[in-house]
């Protein structure tokens, strides 16, 4: 990855409370870190918390940001991919910085990009997900049948300084999906590693839940 150098300085106990859960925990986190990536992950986290002053952080539910135009330039294909779109404000701890529903092409991406953005394999794996290469195959097969798909998302930063892009759910546009394609998905998905009782909360349509339930 290229080079990147902050314009938001972010001091230590400024990032001390930037943390959600356990912040001792999160704090040794940042030795698995390169200074490249803590300082990405620092950047972002603050900017999207709107404060680097050490305030309490409390769960925004609702609450939006955009990337502002000093930090679209890294990671690039990030940047050009979410640029314009609201984020809502992350819920989980450093170094998360967003989620987002936006309707890009994950797979696509992360395929062309993998230099600078990855699948959050940890939190797949944590999360009881399916694999990584079944979602793409899921998504793909949901584009090929004009289903219009778009994944619910958490951005967080790698200690290699990529973003990882951990999915929540897997959508298609509504009365795109028929009960044999939603069958197909299911397969796919299942076949992978996800647990079946997890894809749908008992509800029709094209979606499947791929987070903790």
Not at 56 to 80: E, R
Not at 123 to 144: C, F, H, K, Q
Request: glycine residues 8%; contains cysteine.
């Amino acid at each position: 990855m290229t080079n990147w150098k902050s314009p938001v300085q972010v001091t230590d106990a400024d990032v001390r409370a930037l943390t959600l859960h356990d912040p001792d925990e999160e704090w040794q986190l940042r030795a698995e870190f390169t200074p490249a990536a803590a300082e990405l992950a620092d950047a972002l986290r603050s900017t999207a918390l709107g404060t680097t002053e050490g305030d309490d952080y409390g769960c925004g539910h609702g609450a939006t940001w955009m990337l502002p135009p000093h930090l679209l330039q890294v990671p690039g294909p990030l940047a050009h991919a979410i640029a314009g779109a609201e984020l809502e404000l992350p819920e989980g701890p450093w170094p998360e910085f967003g989620r987002t529903q936006h309707p890009i092409n994950w797979p696509e991406l992360i395929d062309t990009h993998p230099d600078q953005l990855t699948w959050n394999h940890a939190m797949l794996e944590n999360n009881l997900g399916a694999g990584a290469d079944a979602i793409s195959t899921a998504y793909r097969v949901l584009a090929t049948r004009g289903c219009r798909p778009y994944m619910d998302v958490c951005l967080w930063v790698d200690p290699d300084a990529r973003i990882s892009i951990e999915p929540l759910a897997l959508y298609a546009a509504e009365n795109t999906v028929d009960a044999e394609l939603r069958d197909q998905v299911d397969e796919i998905l299942v076949a992978s590693g996800r647990p079946r009782d997890l894809l749908h909360h008992d509800e029709p349509g094209g979606y499947w839940y791929l987070e903790a339930a």
